[in-house]
């Protein structure tokens, strides 16, 4: 398969790292130094669902396709305040699709299990024209007293439209069964019969463990996919990481290899947007003309779970 057109959107209101210091003990310079990000964008006046239709539409124009000709839309996404019906019955309606589609929750590492899915599919015969479509609003999920994960996220979609080709060379999934890591706990209804209620709670996350096992396991698939295709770093044009701190792509580079230049980043402008972070930065690198044909990327991406995953790609148009 191959790419044909991409799409994102962000939330029109733009935080700064000041603004933060404003209401929480935290200020512009640690942000930066430890995580890179200077501002990023949060949902106000939108909401989600308004998000993932702009970003879906943008990439079904690009892609020069009618929304009747997308076969099937995979849509990836963390959590959203409506936990049935899934996201993609919610937007497809919306963006014009007479399709149908999926939801997937594998964390931050949803946009390259999507692609995983959507060759799968493709290679069955099952479906031309897929929407992989990423929304997320973590910052819905962080308690906003606590300065340790309200600074970290933003909230934005991505979206691209596959379709057939021979672009998309291999794909690497690692699954690390560990809760307690990185996890959010929504609250349930309770019954007559239930022992162990759970009211729900915010965020949690074991940085620092996760900051190390986010190197190593994102290394190991990224070396894992270049010795099946026998490469180098010298022979990948990117690596597009998930963009959930500057150091983290900077520990990877360092075990993998390559100049910086190498390894663009948006964490500046958007923090981490969750899986929607690889196809919003896939968006921006395309519009600026960045991607030439036959340049080889590499994508890989981690989370909850604890997850990661790496791809391989031959860019064709
Ligand atoms: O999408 C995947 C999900 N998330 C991740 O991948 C995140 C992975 N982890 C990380 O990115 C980093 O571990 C963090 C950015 C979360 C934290 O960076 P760190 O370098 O591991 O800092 P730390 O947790 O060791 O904290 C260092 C200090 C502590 O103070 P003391 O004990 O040294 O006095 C913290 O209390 O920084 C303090 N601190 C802060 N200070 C200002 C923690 N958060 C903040 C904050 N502002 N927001």
Known sequence: MKIIGTGSALPALTVTNDDLAGFLDTNDQWITTRTGIQERHLL?????????????????????????QI???????????????GLSCIVQKRIGLTCAGLDINVACAGFVNALMLADGMMKAGR?????????????????????????????????????????????????????????YERGMETTPFEQH?????PLVMKGKELFKTAVSESAKDIQTI??????THEDITYFMLHQANKRIIEGIRKIVGGPEEKYPTVIEKYGNTSSASIPILLDEMLADNKIKAGDKIV????????????CLWEWEF
């Not at 992989?132 to 999920?141: I, Q, R």
């Open 226 to 231: 270049l010795k099946r295709a026998n490469l």
């Open 299 to 310: 994508m890989s991406a981690f989370g909850a779970g604890f997850v990661s995953a790496a």
């Open 44 to 68: 106000s006046t939108e909401d989600l669902y308004d998000l993932a239709v702009d970003a879906s539409i943008k990439a079904i124009k690009a892609a020069g396709l009618r929304p009747d």
């Open 127 to 183: 479906a031309k024209n897929i929407l992989v479509l990423c929304a997320e609003e973590p910052t819905k999920y962080c308690d906003w007293h606590e300065r340790d994960c309200s600074v970290l996220f933003g909230d934005g979609a991505g979206a691209v439209v596959l379709t057939e080709g021979n672009a998309f060379k291999d794909v690497q999934l690692t699954m690390i069964s560990d809760r307690d890591v990185l996890y």
């Open 197 to 201: 209620y759970i009211k729900g709670q």
């Open 71 to 85: 076969d099937f839309l995979l849509v990836s996404n963390v959590a959203n305040r409506h936990v049935t019906p």
